[in-house]
């Protein structure tokens, strides 16, 4: 393995441009873009800009590799690939890389749902496959700008290969706040319940601290995951302790008044007024969702198990019409909402 760990970011939107930019900037690694010709032309011209709430750092545009293509020579080339495309694009990611990658090569799975690293893994044989949970929200503002616009680390399955070693000491110098775990699966149910939010942000077209501190939307976030946990529990997956928190108590603090749920969020996460969905995005350009893969994976759960859940069942339907509708988010406000998808 050479001295500078050459990373591929495969998918470079939101998240891969905040990793990738983050890794550039900290100046310790190769870095290669994988991304749309359109995100190559927004960078040659704008640069890449990272921003961590006040803090933004640009990358000039001459230091900014960007490929379209997932088979290029650069990818072939790489130590390591971060796969930060949407969930329904896994397996042709996955296809393509298994035609170029190096067999030492590791991938990291940086996405929500709880499927994608498996999808990644049947495809890419023998290679370690990590799956990782990122915390964290990145928004995409334009003109080269990703925006964080919350707290929170980059969770990754512990291995003590030395490539996966490499890797994460590579994200940690780039001054993501990294965690590693024996065991991922039960943070990537807890991240899958506090996921089911995207939705409702997509739904309403609110930021995600609007939706928190409105208790009609809290309403129908607490609703929603209460149907998600008893799910869950009915299939015996146990999620993961939130920053230390049971996830049974969060519907039980959705109903608290606002001034205290204020508090209880202030002590848990930091959360920029600009914060929103990645969902919420898709629906406002007009892209395909992953609700398949995070409502519907519980009405997927719910079904095997021999128990309901229409509120995350009429999301997955909410979602779906929207997306045919084409772009823009529906706007609901509290009551609406709540009424579509429970009823008078
Ligand atoms: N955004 C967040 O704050 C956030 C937070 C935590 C986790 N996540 C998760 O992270 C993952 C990525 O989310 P994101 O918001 O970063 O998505 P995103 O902004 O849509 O970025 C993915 C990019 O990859 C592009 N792409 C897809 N297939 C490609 C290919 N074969 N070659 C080149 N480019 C390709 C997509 O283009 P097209 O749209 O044209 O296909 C898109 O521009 C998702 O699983 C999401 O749930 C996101």
């Given at each position: 393995?050479?001295?500078?760990l050459r990373i591929a970011i495969v998918g470079a939107?939101?998240?891969g441009?905040?990793?990738g930019?983050?890794?550039?900037?900290?100046?310790?690694t190769e870095v290669v873009l994988i991304g749309?010709?359109?995100?190559r032309?927004?960078?040659?011209?704008?640069?890449?800009?990272?921003?961590?709430?006040?803090?933004?750092?640009?990358?000039?545009?001459?230091?900014?590799v960007v490929e379209t293509d997932v088979r290029a020579p650069a990818v072939a080339a790489c130590d390591a690939v971060l796969v930060c495309v949407?969930?329904?694009?896994?397996?042709e990611v996955g296809a393509q890389l298994a035609g170029v990658l190096r067999p030492e090569a590791v991938v990291a799975?940086?996405?929500?749902?709880?499927?994608?690293?498996?999808?990644l893994?049947?495809a890419l044989?023998?290679r370690?496959?990590?799956?990782?949970?990122?915390?964290?929200?990145?928004?995409?503002?334009?003109?080269?700008?990703?925006?964080?616009?919350?707290?929170?680390?980059?969770?990754?399955?512990?291995?003590?290969?030395?490539?996966?070693?490499?890797?994460?000491?590579?994200?940690?110098?780039?001054?993501?706040?990294?965690?590693?775990?024996?065991?991922?699966?039960?943070?990537?149910?807890?991240?899958?319940?506090?996921?089911?939010?995207?939705?409702?942000?997509?739904?309403?077209?609110?930021?995600?601290?609007?939706?928190?501190?409105?208790?009609?939307?809290?309403?129908?976030?607490?609703?929603?995951?209460?149907?998600?946990?008893?799910?869950?529990?009915?299939?015996?997956?146990?999620?993961?302790?939130?920053?230390?928190?049971?996830?049974?108590?969060?519907?039980?603090?959705?109903?608290?008044?606002?001034?205290?749920?204020?508090?209880?969020?202030?002590?848990?996460?930091?959360?920029?007024?600009?914060?929103?969905?990645?969902?919420?995005?898709?629906?406002?350009?007009?892209?395909?969702?992953?609700?398949?893969?995070?409502?519907?994976?519980?009405?997927?759960?719910?079904?095997?198990?021999?128990?309901?859940?229409?509120?995350?069942?009429?999301?997955?339907?909410?979602?779906?019409?929207?997306?045919?509708?084409?772009?823009?988010?529906?706007?609901?406000?509290?009551?609406?909402?709540?009424?579509?998808?429970?009823?008078?």
């Amino acid at each position: 393995m050479t001295e500078r760990l050459r990373i591929a970011i495969v998918g470079a939107g939101s998240i891969g441009c905040y990793v990738g930019g983050k890794l550039l900037a900290a100046g310790t690694t190769e870095v290669v873009l994988i991304g749309r010709p359109r995100l190559r032309d927004e960078l040659s011209t704008h640069g890449l800009t990272v921003k961590d709430f006040d803090r933004a750092v640009t990358i000039p545009a001459s230091q900014v590799v960007v490929e379209t293509d997932v088979r290029a020579p650069a990818v072939a080339a790489c130590d390591a690939v971060l796969v930060c495309v949407k969930s329904a694009q896994t397996e042709e990611v996955g296809a393509q890389l298994a035609g170029v990658l190096r067999p030492e090569a590791v991938v990291a799975s940086l996405q929500n749902g709880v499927r994608n690293a498996d999808t990644l893994r049947a495809a890419l044989g023998d290679r370690r496959v990590l799956a990782t949970i990122v915390s964290f929200n990145v928004v995409s503002k334009g003109d080269g700008l990703f925006h964080r616009a919350m707290s929170g680390p980059l969770m990754l399955e512990a291995c003590d290969e030395p490539r996966p070693r490499a890797l994460v000491r590579a994200l940690a110098a780039a001054g993501l706040d990294v965690e590693e775990r024996a065991d991922l699966a039960p943070d990537q149910w807890t991240k899958l319940v506090i996921n089911l939010n995207n939705a409702i942000s997509a739904l309403s077209g609110a930021p995600t601290q609007q939706l928190l501190l409105s208790p009609g939307y809290r309403r129908i976030l607490g609703a929603v995951c209460s149907e998600a946990l008893a799910v869950l529990r009915a299939a015996k997956i146990k999620p993961a302790r939130l920053r230390g928190v049971p996830l049974r108590v969060m519907p039980t603090v959705m109903r608290l008044p606002t001034p205290l749920v204020r508090l209880v969020t202030r002590t848990q996460m930091r959360v920029d007024p600009e914060a929103r969905s990645s969902m919420w995005e898709d629906l406002t350009r007009g892209r395909p969702t992953e609700v398949d893969y995070l409502n519907g994976e519980i009405v997927r759960i719910a079904e095997r198990s021999g128990v309901a859940a229409p509120l995350n069942r009429r999301i997955v339907e909410l979602i779906h019409a929207a997306e045919r509708a084409g772009p823009g988010s529906p706007g609901l406000d509290a009551a609406t909402l709540w009424t579509t998808i429970a009823g008078p």
